[in-house]
């Protein structure tokens, strides 16, 4: 086991905070620690002193600096996750998009269970409605291994147990031969999702306008001032009468009165109604 000095420490949490404005607290120590123990038996160092040099001298593309950001970025993620807001979704959202199209953002995607359980709901929501639904889905993160995970669609076959087998079988194909532990999103579904990498904390990216943001489980890990800044930013991205998604611990209280909740942990925009 490696140990880190208060100076090793901050100089790691400093960039990170710089880049993706996660805020480590001298707590996680022993997070940093088992999170780059890794990196450092990779790149054959002696420990955390001669990792920060080897940050310090990384090459111009940064390539260790960001293997750093994506150890350090906490990743987990479900299907269905917090199932009442697909729940919220389908009786008090999707009715309101019968006659017009709808953008859906997953803006911390992570490893892509988040936007497969919406999109799986559309299309549930169309089969069981006999209606025609029109949306476009984005799924962002800060990381590109997730994304490319995200991307291929491949999960372990135990973290889809909470998904009904009906929808299992519709949606997914089954690992055959030494892959029967693994599914597969089919590729028509992926095909309908656009990945890409996208920091949160960067004020300049372009995007369309939103009609549902999930942020779920991601503001856990900034400080209030990125909180608020990040908030007012994606108001501007929401059409009015938007909807915003949150994590199951996260609220806007004290941060923005840009948004009311209508639901647990669920927001629209102020002034829309
Ligand atoms: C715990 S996961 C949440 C996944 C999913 N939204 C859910 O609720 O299951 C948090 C994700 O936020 C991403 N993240 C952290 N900081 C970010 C930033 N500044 N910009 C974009 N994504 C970020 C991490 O890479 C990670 O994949």
């Known amino acids: 086991m490696y140990s880190i000095s208060d100076r090793e420490f901050k100089y790691i949490s400093g960039e990170l905070y710089k880049y993706a404005k996660i805020n480590l607290t001298l707590k996680k120590r022993s997070l940093v620690i088992s999170r780059l123990s890794k990196r450092i038996r990779k790149l054959n160092l002696s420990g955390f002193e001669e990792y920060v040099d080897y940050l310090k001298n990384d090459d111009p593309d940064r390539i260790e600096f960001y293997r750093m950001v994506d150890a350090l970025s906490t990743n987990y993620s479900l299907f269905f996750r917090e199932s009442y807001h697909f729940d919220y979704m389908v009786e008090s959202i999707l009715p309101a998009y019968e006659h017009k199209s709808m953008n859906i953002w997953s803006a911390a995607s992570s490893t892509g269970q988040e936007i497969y359980s919406i999109l799986i709901t ?145 927001y629209r925009r102020v002034g829309d109604d």
């Open 122 to 266: 559309l299309l549930e929501y169309e089969k069981q409605t006999g209606r025609h639904l029109s949306y476009r889905l984005l799924a962002s993160d800060i990381s590109t291994d997730v994304l490319k995970y995200a991307a291929r669609g491949i999960y372990p076959k135990k973290d889809t147990d909470k998904i009904d087998p009906k929808m299992l079988s519709e949606y997914f194909l089954k690992g055959r031969d030494t892959k029967t532990n693994l599914v597969k999103v089919k590729k028509d579904l992926i095909r309908k999702i656009t990945f890409f990498r996208l920091n949160l904390s960067d004020k300049t990216y372009q995007l369309p306008k939103m009609d549902i943001i999930f942020l779920r489980n991601v503001i856990i890990y900034f400080d209030r001032q990125t909180k608020t800044e990040l908030i007012e930013r994606l108001y501007d991205y929401l059409n009015p009468g938007g909807h915003l998604f949150l994590g199951h611990s996260e609220s806007l209280a004290g941060i923005s009165d840009k948004f009311y909740p209508v639901g647990k942990t669920i």
